[in-house]
Nanobody, 119 residues
Framework: EVRLVESGGGLVQSGGSLRLSCAAS????????MTWVRQAPGKRLDWVAS????????YYEASKKGRFTVSRDNTKNTLYLQLHSATTEDTAMYYC????????????RGQGTQVTVSS
């Protein structure tokens, strides 16, 4: 059974930083691209970033490049997302997902971790 458990969310001030984690189990983690998506209240799922099998090739939604860093540790079966220079527009539920997907087409997602950015 695929299991993805996000953590690390919380309240952060505008301009601050936060690191999210996603612990994966139930599949061979290193065999899959991994993805972060987010959903703000009243909005659809929004792709943030993805990363290839070994972590050497991260890629980002254009407007988010430079403020997010995606990484992974295959020895720990864990995916990470570092948020830098947070803005109130980053307030959302953040989900990790198995595979190279962009939102509603993600087959497996975790339960999410809430990030709230205060002004």
């Amino acid at each position: 059974e695929v299991r993805l458990v996000e953590s690390g969310g919380g309240l952060v001030q505008s301009g601050g930083s936060l690191r999210l984690s996603c612990a994966a189990s139930g599949f061979t983690f290193s065999d899959y691209f991994m993805t972060w998506v987010r959903q703000a209240p009243g909005k659809r799922l929004d792709w943030v970033a993805s990363i290839n099998y070994d972590g050497e090739i991260p890629y980002y939604e254009a407007s988010k490049k430079g403020r997010f860093t995606v990484s992974r540790d295959n020895t720990k079966n864990t995916l990470y997302l570092q948020l830098h220079s947070a803005t109130t527009e980053d307030t959302a539920m953040y989900y990790c997902a198995q595979g190279d997907c962009s939102g509603a087409n993600c087959r497996y997602r975790g339960q999410g971790t809430q990030v709230t950015v205060s002004s």
